[in-house]
């Protein structure tokens, strides 16, 4: 069975991808005027995309800045909560 902090911190993540993808479009078809707050936004799917050249399509591309963004989203969430509750205790 999974912990609440662990289902939460999957939930969070969920919405992190939501707002990448809509950061992204945003960012994409908005050209002249950028989303404020979309490099904080999207800080994990940069720095997974960091390691890749420019040369890569944009599909791949695209599934590497979603992963990105799930996993540091959770990784930021879970251990997040964890140290709340430790420090609470």
């Known amino acids: 069975m999974l912990s609440f902090e662990l289902k939460s911190s999957l939930l969070w993540a969920l919405l992190g991808v939501v707002i990448g993808?809509?950061?992204?479009?945003?960012?994409?078809?908005?050209v002249p005027a950028s989303m404020p707050g979309y490099e904080l936004l999207t800080v994990p799917a940069r720095f997974a995309l960091s390691f890749f050249s420019e040369e890569?399509?944009?599909?791949?591309?695209?599934m590497i800045f979603l992963s990105g963004q799930y996993l540091g989203y959770f990784l930021v969430i879970f251990i997040g909560r964890k140290l709340l509750i430790l420090a609470k205790s």
Do not use: E
């Open 56 to 62: 890569t399509a944009f599909w791949p591309k695209m």
């Open 21 to 30: 993808i809509i950061a992204f479009g945003y960012n994409y078809t908005f």
